[in-house]
């Protein structure tokens, strides 16, 4: 069947007074319905970048200069400001943007905020809107009379809960969490990717979700995209990339993947500083770093490819020796 959204060769820049950042290059990745997806990467990588293209909301310098998004099928990235807004904002797609903490209005009751959401987007009755507030509430956890609180009131990790809930209120098809759990406490993170998890199931939604903590992935996904420099490095069911990744990149973070005796560690663990995109991004944004990297590398941009007939697909030239490479001591041969 036809995936729920399809990302297309995107490529976004940014213009700045300094020339333009070349943000993402070239990215590639499908969502189907239903679907509980991560999109991982360290900072600087792109990941915020391409969800707030999803939704047509970069910021005022940046622009999708290639590629498409579909929904369904329907190209997305061309619609006016109009369009989005009234058929595919928060009604299809749900947004939660990185560090979200403060986008309830602090000094309205929620179940009033609920209200008014209804009346703008919908036309549910004042009693549907609280109900459905109600529900939502104890999909993440939050008991339902809470509602008639306001923001304030609430602990950080339960302010993230509520936007959660508010992002879901009009009955999306997609939801994108931007690093919904960064800014908490190890026992509410683990505790909303629960609830995430929950809603996928009964809210019937497809989830992304985006972090630079690899372990949430492997925790939680059923696949993931893996960026680095603004390029797809590697896509696919998440227990084949555990299994046997195909690019250095996640070679090295599921090295770094902690055993449970070991407290979870990021991907700090990879040494050295991310290329520049100040120009055209015709090389492998990982060579500068990678333990294996050839002349080859540097030459032109590696294209994703599929690793086998699996759901796997790589953008390293080398994939087929990572394993082996792997076993041996680091070589860079350039
Ligand atoms: P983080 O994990 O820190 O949130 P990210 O993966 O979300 O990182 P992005 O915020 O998408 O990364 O940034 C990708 C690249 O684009 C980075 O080089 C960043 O500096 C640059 N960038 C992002 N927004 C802008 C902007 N408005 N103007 C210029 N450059 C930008
Ligand atoms: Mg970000």
Avoid at 205 to 231: P, W, Y
């Amino acid at each position: 069947s036809e995936p729920l959204l399809e990302i297309d060769g995107l490529d976004i820049r940014y213009e700045t007074k300094d020339g333009e950042i070349h943000a993402v290059t070239d990215a590639s990745f499908a969502i189907d319905t239903n679907e509980f997806f991560g999109l991982v990467g360290e900072s600087g990588s792109g990941k915020s970048t391409i969800a707030k293209s999803i939704i047509g909301g970069l910021d005022d310098n940046g622009s999708v200069t290639a590629g498409e998004i579909r929904f369904r099928g329907e190209p997305i990235h061309s619609m006016t400001e109009r369009e989005l807004s009234e058929r595919i904002r928060w009604k299809e797609i749900a947004y939660i943007p990185q560090a979200s903490m403060n986008s309830l209005d602090p000094i309205m009751r929620l179940d009033k905020q609920a209200v008014e959401l209804a009346k703008v987007h919908t036309d549910w009755s004042k009693q549907r809107a609280i109900d459905r507030l109600t529900e939502l509430f104890e999909v993440v956890g939050l008991p339902g009379e809470r509602i008639y609180e306001y923001p304030h009131q609430f602990s950080g990790g339960m302010q993230q809960r509520a936007i959660i809930a508010f992002s879901l209120f009009l009955e999306p098809s997609l939801l994108i969490a931007d690093e919904p759990t960064t800014a908490l406490d190890v026992i509410m993170q683990d505790q909303i990717l629960t609830h995430l998890k929950s809603i996928q199931e009964e809210e019937d939604v497809s989830i992304v979700m985006i972090t630079h903590d690899i372990s949430v992935i492997f925790e939680n996904c059923d696949s993931m995209a893996v960026l680095h420099g603004g390029q797809v490095s590697e896509l696919g069911d998440v227990t084949r990339m555990f299994d046997s990744p195909s690019h250095p990149y996640s070679y090295l973070l599921q090295q770094a993947f902690p055993d449970i005796r070991h407290p979870k560690r990021d991907l700090s663990v990879i040494e050295g500083q991310p290329p520049q995109l100040q120009d055209e991004v015709d090389y492998c944004t990982f060579a500068n770093r990678c333990p294996w990297s050839t002349d080859e590398c540097v030459e032109s941009r590696p294209p994703l490819q599929a690793v086998g007939d699996d759901n796997q697909y790589t953008s390293c030239i080398r994939y087929d020796e990572i394993e082996e490479l792997g076993h041996r001591s680091p070589e860079n041969t350039r």
